[in-house]
């Protein structure tokens, strides 16, 4: 399957650094937001160029990926000794495009909640879109450029773009840098913070971290009042009726490679800690319980 | 010897060490020769601070340990010096409690360092050790605790606490140059505010251990020193939890087994060796590259964010539930509350003041004033987003709400409410959110339930004859909401209406389709029931079983069975019977209704639990209630069973009170057993026995059918798996009693034992009762677990406290009782030793010799009676040797659990210096003591502290001479004579120091005798002519000296049978 551009024997050792893509088959997206933002890619449907490009990525001949505002670098390496340099530039919005979008995102909570919490919300395609921000971007609102001299999207732009899309699989909000700001930059706007509450922050950071505490002389202050501990409430005590209800509360954990799902894995500890944490409450070694 | 056990960390760890009153030939020398011996050879000598005078040397620390926690036994190896900075008067440390040292008041306070001799504990050991600190009498084990101690013990429950809630969060950090899984507390909302308000208590004490070579004294501040144990701890309880259940499956398998060749095996990713780590012992990441451990560190707490920032926000999201309002009027049939709108209102609550709640509306409106919300790195506006944002992960109708701009609720149906109260409101609880639900909604459904009643009607039994627990019953189904039946029509139009959440009657009700079905079950044809009177019973208490798919929400009986039910609610229901006709006294009216209720249980065969307060007649309450069934024609014998130390106590008041009722008391060596006793016993009327024997004797007393069986002191079977309790369970009888004058209502897991002894099987088997009432309510979840335990128990368990209205107006102000003590075999002895030497010596001696033998063996067999180190002046050991000295300390234990106080005289100086000491040892807490050689400064402040100082001690021991006299004491309201003078006017003159102007309670006065011997028989005397007595005993014991050698001999002798164990 690999066609014409399948490499020279002599040169399968490939090279240390080289990315690999973490799809050994199958497409590099399988989030929507992934599919969707590589879709101008599958404009040209299978072609030789895809598969070859699609070598190049799973080969471990990228050499190299990074990531700016409005702007990737990579470096990969085909059989020319010297890897390959390849620019890729995405269409900036305007300040006003990206006022609209705020815009529009304020109109609706889900959308910094959503963002918020980690996940990307589905209507804003459509709403990006029409506020003029190619947050999912079409063919010629990006401009490659290679060393081979060849025109458009060579096949080299195109397997660093293939392990790009891959990258916002995992993290979506990568979208957001490639059109010139970053995720945290579109929140703040969103929700805006003032200096004032800044140093008012700072400030009550600092005085919670209080220095020191000597000990008081007086007797009585010094041992403390045994009635007084006893007394010392601890609040009420039960299994929550949902297991691991706080760490599924924070979502899912950002782009986990795990072989279990994240909160599958914790679930039965979050379980089986409950009913220890409760003996050790109670001041119990062990549950001796078991019914009769 | 008295010992208290502290606790503080040291680098991070638990390290106990003990204080212990140094040794007395050094008392009052310098510091330096205090240094324990032990620990001076032991560790060799240095430069560090001086030896604290205090600090237990290691057998003792470990004996500490041995009696708290016998597993945790970290040994001498892990012995360490240790600064501990102290507060310091006159060159000594300040011990935490006068029972180790007198504290000097003179001089300045500060701190300085002493070195003490502490134990570095493991987890385990920690865990173990502090778990001792749950125990609300460990003064029973002969180990103080500090208040530092019990603070670490609270700390490690709250661990447990937080535990429990899941509150916990998976972290990776980088702590001495090596990455670390582990599990990190979560401290928000109430755990927030407990956990402040924990290091806002914690004893300075527990945290001033430091190195020897530190010159500083520490000043870890306390929030940062609980912290850190509560990091140390709940890290530990969950890694537990991950070693049995690894997250990520079972830990990779090493390159041994190559025995599942999986050529292309996944290599773990960063995040499997991350969940791998956090199920391991230690934690460690190592062996991974730097830079993914860091990516890997700076991911976590992208995730985990949000937490940190509700964590500390000042105001929480909280959810309220509004129910729809409907109007009155409204009919079952009609459809409009189904379709009524519910609301989901959005609200902030304050974390400092749980009261201060606003309105979501309120909050965005005031977004852009400063500090309504204002937390996190974003702003409120982002603090509020991501709430909702997480919010909304959990509950539907947030997420359907966030279409909004700025959501400030959600309406819902009848079917979304109530969805989000079962299933939504819990998961948005233990996220950490603020939820409002109305006030019918309880953990366990609605207040309000589909549910089945019982109406019998009529003549119950179908034999006729008198009606018995074991007489089968016929009775209807009815089906009713709660209190009230509701009729077929009701039913349909319920099942018509197809919601979870309806409302009739005014009330809402939650209802299921398989409710709904088993309720038309039980109206078309499942009506008819029966069953016995002991299960209606307990289907009218409310047990919680399900009959016919239904609840039971009580029974309605007329007739025979309903006045049984009705009288089964209390002494004030039950019909009065008259006191029987031997009776010698009178009964007061509480106690004619106590009797009364032990009468009628006992007719129906059930157990019965008289727990009144102590002095008010629990004994005569007990035998008039012997009496009647005898006067009645009882034939059988009753056994009661007591401590040692009653067992006098009770033969003596059956005399007294009830002389008709032989008594066998069963008790010494030279006691009947196997067939003597089988055929013996049936010529008495009550056997009287300890629990030791009882137990030792079960075999033949558990082959006698008693009339009844009662417990006396029955906390002594508080545990179920005791020998006198499983002994107590075998013995064959149709009417128990328990006695006990401890508030048995509030230690849940004792009750349990009481009540399979009184009533068996009542509350289920042990693991029920545990999963159904103990754990619930220990927890502090179960408010109505407690209620339903208290109405099941309510009808066999009488608790009358001295301080209620009806029984203060019964009560004379002053109310005084003999209590008679058992020798021990020691006691025995050495009386019969002393007497068999005087006697001699008196028949031989003349005029004034004579009467100075007769005195000083008068003296000597009061010593005697006493406590035998009093006698022997040898500062032996103290505990159980004296029935004296252990009636003492089990009265007081109940003066003290009542929150109490007490004065106790003796005449004897030397007397009161061993009750101090031993009191002080049993209980752990200072007890006072004056005599006439504390001088009057000192003095003056012993009775300021006892009668002023708010958490003074509540135990005064008194000589005679030194605090007869003057005195205001009015704090106390029991009066204990430990040894008597045989002269009223002085005995009363003592106990006027607390039964005077200013006293608000009664008065309890307690005269201690010991029975069978000169004590009891002089008391009887002076009893015997009280009219005489101001004349011929006015002046004390003197006239004892006038009698002739056969009357003495009569006085002083031994009555044998009277001796214990």
Known sequence: ?292 | MATILHAGLYSGRLHVWAETPPPPRERGAGASALRPAAAATALGDDDGPPFSPFTAPYPALARCLEALAPGCKPGERRLRRLSLWTATRAGMPIPSSPVIAAIDEEGETRIAPWTVLALDLSIEESMELLYAGNDPRPQARGVGLGADFLFWSKALRFSGALVARQHFLPSLVHRDSSWIALWEPLLRGDDRRLFQELARSMPPAARALASREAEEAPETPPHVALELFLAEMVDHLVRLAALVVPPGGSPRRGGRSARTPKPKAEEPTIHDRWLSALAAPLGHMDGSEAAQLEELAERVKVWREPASVFETSPFRLGFRLEEPEIAEGLELSDEAFAMAPWHLRYVLQSTADSSLIVPLDTAWRDLDRRGVVGSGSLGPRAFLLSALGHAAGLCEAVAQSLDEAEPCGSPIDAAGAHQFLTQAAPALEEAGYAVFLPAWWTAEGTRTHLSVRARVEGPSTEGGGKLTLADVVKFEWRVALGEQEITLAELHALARLKAPLVRVRGQWVEVNAEELRAAAEVWSKDAEGKTTLRDLLQMALGSNRLQKGLRVAGVDARGEVGLFLERLRGPEACELVETPQGFQGELRPYQLRGLSWLHFLREWGLGACLADDMGLGKTIQTLALVLRAKENGEQRPWLLVCPTSVVENWNHEARRFTPQIQVLVHHGVDRRRGPSFREGVLRYDMVVTSYALLHRDIDFLREVKWAGVVLDEAQNIKNPDTKQAKSARLLKTESRIALTGTPVENNVGDLWSIMEFLNPGFLGTWSEFKRNYYVPIQTGAGASALERLKRLTGPFVLRRLKTDKAILAELPDKNEMKVYCTLTQEQAALYTAVLAEAEERIAKAEGMRRRGEILATLGKLKQVCNHPAHYLGDGSELSTRSGKLTRLREMLEEVLELGERALVFTQFARMGTLIQQHLQDAFGNEVLFLHGGVPQGARDRIVRRFQDEVDGPSIFVLSLKAGGTGLNLTRANHVFHFDRWWNPSVENQATDRAFRIGQTRDVQVHKFVCAGTLEERIDTMIEGKKELAENIVGSGEGWITELGDQELKEIFSLRLEAVGE
């Open chain 1, 1 to 292: 399957m690999y066609g014409r551009y399948d490499f020279p024997r002599r040169k399968k050792a490939r090279p240390k650094t080289g990315l690999v893509a973490k799809t050994k088959k199958g497409p590099f997206a399988e989030q929507w937001w992934a599919a969707h933002w590589m879709s101008f890619l599958e404009e040209g449907g299978e072609s030789p160029a895809r598969a070859a490009a699609e070598a190049l990525a799973r080969g471990g001949r990228v050499l190299s990926l990074d990531v700016e505002p409005g702007r990737v670098k990579a470096q990969v390496q085909d059989e020319r000794e010297t890897p390959h340099q390849i620019s890729i530039q995405f269409s900036k919005p305007t300040a006003t495009a990206w006022r609209k979008l705020t815009t529009a995102l304020r109109a609706r909570a889900v959308f910094g909640a959503k963002l918020l919490t980690g996940e990307m919300p589905s209507e804003i395609e459509v709403v990006s879109r029409e506020a003029g921000v190619p947050l999912f971007p079409l063919r010629d609102e990006l401009k490659a450029s290679c060393d081979c001299g060849a025109p458009g999207i060579c096949v080299h732009a195109h397997a660093a773009l293939l392990l790009l899309a891959e990258r916002i699989d995992r993290d979506p909000f990568l979208s957001f840098t490639l059109v010139g700001s970053t995720v945290q930059e579109l929140l703040e706007r969103l929700c805006g913070k003032s200096e004032e509450e800044e140093a008012a922050a700072e400030a009550a950071a600092e005085a919670a971290a209080a220095p020191t505490a000597p000990l008081p002389a007086d007797e009585y202050a010094y041992w403390g009042q045994v009635r007084k501990i006893r007394e010392l409430p601890l609040g009420q005590v039960r299994k929550p009726p949902v297991a691991a209800a706080v760490a599924r509360g924070l979502g899912n954990f950002p782009f986990w490679r795990g072989k279990e799902l994240f909160l599958d894995a914790l679930t039965p500890v979050y379980d089986t800690a409950s009913s220890i944490g409760l003996n050790a409450f109670l001041g119990e070694e062990e549950d001796e319980a078991g019914d009769e």
